[in-house]
């Protein structure tokens, strides 16, 4: 369980998928990711694949919610009360320095939206198969206000004169996540030996009393896709 007034927390979530779950899912992201990546919508689409995220087209795909599907409800109930999922899930490939997230709270992120989330906290789950050894996230630790935002390169937001002292790194294992608040400041970072070739998921989720009215969302705790005036679908498209 999660206490949903915090908003400046880490937590590495160990366990949290079924590996051979994950695994069959990224090999649907290896499987259909050239074909899809090639299918650019618009400008905005563009731009996401220059920095390693997906085309909406990429997105749009109900396998990338088994991991949840698979999940325990024991497992589900570490991110209580945060159960609705944004839709549709974030993608990555991250290949190249153009491709590190500079460091940034996701409530920079979210101002950037036409609608905004009150609060909300992402649930990041690498796909490699040794995501220890592979690009990661860099957290500052402590209590932290929400800072000015401003665009770096591709990247719509970033903090200006970052200058962090207290630094923390996770060994991830297969399966792991990193679960962390809306205002913890992070970044991403090359694996130890330097390289940069690391798929992953960005959940974001929210407790059902913060969520939007007329979007969708995936509910951990049924494996619906829901909004708040009731409705419910298998997918949303
Ligand atoms: O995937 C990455 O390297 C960065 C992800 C990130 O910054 C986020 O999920 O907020």
Redesign the pocket.
Known sequence: MLSPESRCFVRHEQGLFDPGVLAAVRACFVTEETRRQARVADATDARRVEIGAATVDFRMDARWYDPWRHATPERIARLWPFTWLLFPVQL?H?TAVSHL?PW?Q?AGYARLMPRRHARLI?C?VPLEPSPGAC?S?EFAEGDHDEYPHQPDGLHGAALAAPGFDRLRRFTLAFGDALVFGDLTP?R?IAAPDGRIDRR?F?YRLVTPADALPDKDYFNLEDGWFVRTDGSRREFPL
């Open positions: 990555r991250i997230v940034h996701d992402t990041f690009a996230l992070h991403t992953s960005e």
